[in-house]
């Protein structure tokens, strides 16, 4: 028996050794290519996926990609990040590369733990239906079908404030801007009304959010295991959703145009085919995502800029009354005045270069190509950084001066200014998103001044920016 024993442990030992030989051989393998970017792989399988968000995690995810850029190259380095070998492309040229060249020699790319966050009833991939979505929204997201919106939206920002801000000394930031956007997005793309119904489905958002871009962990406790779980709650509830909305729409009590939900409920493809109730869901959860997660995160950092730059505050507060004072005592704002808060959209702007909420996003190589005459190999993963650019002296000279300014007259140039992506695959709710903030600012600035409670508040990145302790405020409102 007690060979027996011997003999099994030596199994074990020489299939681990076998298993660490061939992760090596493989990690090696992947960087055998000719003439590839400088730059190193890090660790087998795990490569430098622990650096890339432990930066993150410190809240300098910048440093990931300027330590190499000083390193390496400017332009472009190599690395291992979730356990794929990648390129960093870096700098102006290098987003535009990106941006000019999808589906020529690169497309989207997500980590198949993505997957499992958001799993398909189709059992097609993310990126498949990531192009799906992108058919359906833009008659829903582009500028013209917005107009309508704004009233509700400022409708719902005032809401939020009488119940959530006002007649209180102090607040979290962070989780009450989430609250505003997460109830706008239920309100636009479900037309959920009731707090209490939006409220069910704010702690398992949160899960989500905190665990899409996580070590893929599956073991109970862990943040990638907490979303899966989260996600597959908030599908269940969408299901709920989604069959009263088709037995309202068959009673009429329901519009085909008021919701994108409706519009997906009525709506065949080119095969006249029509989804089905899961697979609307599983867009919906994708939508209720992009919808509010990254504004909220703008809105929290716009809060903590003017805290600490009174003298850009005022200047938000002036055009932002001046817009106040024009409307009557009930009368909502409208697109006319959204275009009037020029300055204060600057600002928002010069926020969103500071502290993007999408710190970059990945590609992959669909062809061999050559970029700065490096190889890049198809298959390889490419990523691109906000950062890169945002605050690299070369493309807003005193980069971490807060300065709106920059974006007077012709802007920053081309491809410098990257917080909802580019080309083909820029962020379809970029003029959601600008709505949705303005409309906070207009009605913050005009209720209240602030000050931080905390000076020096740590920030950390994980996917997105936040201030670890929530950006507690003391408010000082104005008298009506």
């Not at 290519?33 to 399988?45: D, E, K, Q, S």
């Amino acid at each position: 028996m007690e060979h027996f024993y011997i003999t099994l442990l030596l199994l074990f030992v020489s299939f681990v050794t076998l298993s660490f030989f061939f992760l090596f051989y493989k990690h090696r393998s992947n960087y055998s290519a000719g003439n590839l970017p400088p730059g190193h792989p890090g660790l087998p399988f795990i490569g430098e996926t622990l650096e890339f968000l432990s930066t993150g995690w410190k809240g300098h995810p910048e440093k990931f990609i300027f330590d190499r850029m000083a390193k390496y190259s400017s332009q472009i380095f190599k690395t291992n990040i979730l356990g794929e070998p990648a390129a960093v492309l870096c700098g102006a040229a290098g987003n535009k590369f990106l941006f000019s060249n999808e589906n020529k020699l690169v497309t989207a790319w997500w980590p198949s733990s993505v997957d499992k966050i958001f799993p398909s009833s189709l059992q097609t991939s993310s990126k498949e239906e990531s192009k799906k979505m992108r058919k359906l929204l833009p008659q829903f997201l582009k500028p013209e079908a917005l107009q309508r919106y704004i009233g509700i939206m400022d409708a719902i920002a005032g809401e939020h404030f009488a119940s959530q801000w006002e007649d209180k000394d102090r607040v979290l930031v962070f989780p009450l801007a989430k609250r505003y956007t997460f109830w706008l997005a239920c309100r636009l793309f479900l037309s959920i009304e009731d707090p209490g119904h939006v409220a069910k489905f704010e702690a398992p958002f949160h899960l989500l959010a905190s665990g899409i871009i996580s070590l893929p962990i599956d073991l109970p406790g862990t943040p990638f295991n907490r979303a899966i779980k989260a996600s597959n709650f908030i599908r269940k509830e969408l299901l709920k959703i989604i069959k009263q909305r088709k037995a309202d729409l068959v009673e009429g009590k329901a519009s085909p145009t008021q919701d994108i939900l409706s519009h997906m409920l009525l709506t065949s493809d080119e095969s006249g085919q029509f989804m089905t109730e899961m697979d609307i869901a599983d867009k919906i959860l994708g939508l209720l995502i992009g919808g509010h997660d990254t504004a909220s995160a703008a809105c929290t950092f716009i809060v903590k800029y003017l805290a600490e730059l009174p003298h850009i505050y005022d200047l938000v507060y002036e055009e932002q009354m001046e817009i106040a004072n024009s409307k009557g005592p009930d009368e909502k704002l409208n697109w006319e005045d959204i275009q009037k808060m020029k300055y204060s959209w600057n600002v928002a702007c010069e926020v969103l270069r500071l502290a993007p909420p999408l710190q970059g996003a990945f590609r992959e190589a669909i062809n061999d190509f050559i970029f700065n005459g490096f190889s890049i190999p198809k298959g390889w993963k490419l990523y691109w950084s906000a950062n890169s650019t945002h605050r690299n002296p070369e493309c807003f000279p005193e980069p971490l001066k807060f300065d709106p300014t920059r974006f007077e007259g012709k802007g920053p140039a081309p491809y410098t200014f990257v917080p909802f992506g580019g080309g083909p695959r820029m962020c379809p709710g970029k003029e959601y998103a600008r709505l949705e903030i303005l409309v906070f600012m207009h009605n913050i600035v005009k209720r209240f001044k602030w000050k931080k409670l905390l000076a020096d508040e740590k920030i950390i990145v994980d996917p997105m920016p936040m201030p670890a302790k929530g950006l507690p405020v003391l408010l000082y409102p104005y008298k009506a």
